[in-house]
Structure formats: C-alpha cells, structure tokens
C-alpha cells in the first residue's frame, strides 16, 4: 500500500481547507485510515481516524465539530475537511492506513488507531503542510 497525502497550504483564519490521502496498491477497505498532525514542537497527534470497511469515525476534541473525514471509494480516497480553521490547527499533517497498535479497554478500533497509532511502521504519507496565518 502506498499512501500519498496533499492540499496543504497557507489559509486564513476561519477559513476552509480539505487534505486528500490517496492510496494506492490495496484497497482502503481493509484498513483504518487516520490523519494525524505534527506542530513544531510538539509531538505528533492523531486527530481524526476512519475504519474503511464500515466508516465509524473518530474526532480528537479539538477538532470535534470543525473537521470532517470522509472516504470516496471509486478514488480509493480519504479527505479531511477542515473548517473554521484557527492559528492553533497550523502544523504538519500526515496521513496514514494500518491498524491500531492495541485497542485499549473501552476504546474503538478507530479512536486507538488515532490514540494509540498504527501497528509497525503503518503506510504512512509524507506529510503536508498547514498553515492556518493571516
């Protein structure tokens, strides 16, 4: 599997912003898929995850309301739509397939892949860059 992530950009605050993971070589039903971030500084984050076979999705709090990860399944595709972005959301964004590490008592599949992180290395992209300034 190869995983391909894009649309970063400079935006202004409040504005909108959508990245696309695009796979190839295997098809993302069979994995979950999770857009994690990485600010300058601080460690890398997972803020949004979405199991491929069944779509149940995860939001870490601080996107909750403002993000939305969706699947196109002709473009073996993953989007984050981001809205209302803020200063804070600047970082770099990854986006990677795999299955969760572990799944911790009381956690879904898909909020331990974005809590925990991928099994072995995950198919990981190489990243793109968000920049939320006015």
């Known amino acids: 599997l190869h995983i391909v992530d894009s649309g970063g950009g400079l935006v202004q605050p409040g504005g909108p912003l959508r990245l696309p993971c695009v796979a190839s070589?295997?098809?993302?039903?069979?994995?979950?898929i999770g857009w994690f971030r990485q600010a300058s500084g601080k460690e890398r984050e997972g803020i949004s995850c979405?199991?491929?076979?069944?779509?149940?999705?995860y939001y870490e709090d601080a996107v909750k309301g403002r993000f939305t990860i969706s699947r196109e399944y002709a473009k073996n595709t993953v989007y984050l739509q981001m809205n209302s972005l803020k200063p804070d959301d600047s970082a770099v964004y990854y986006c990677?397939?795999?299955?969760?590490?572990?799944?911790?008592?009381?956690?879904?599949?898909?909020?331990?892949?974005?809590?925990?992180?991928?099994?072995?290395?995950?198919?990981w992209g190489h990243g793109t860059q968000v920049t939320v300034s006015s």
């Open positions: 990677v397939a795999g299955r969760p590490d572990r799944i911790p008592p009381g956690m879904t599949l898909v909020q331990a892949m974005c809590t925990v992180g991928p099994r072995g290395n995950g198919h």
């Open positions: 070589g295997d098809h993302l039903d069979y994995y979950v």
């Open positions: 979405i199991n491929g076979s069944d779509e149940t999705r």
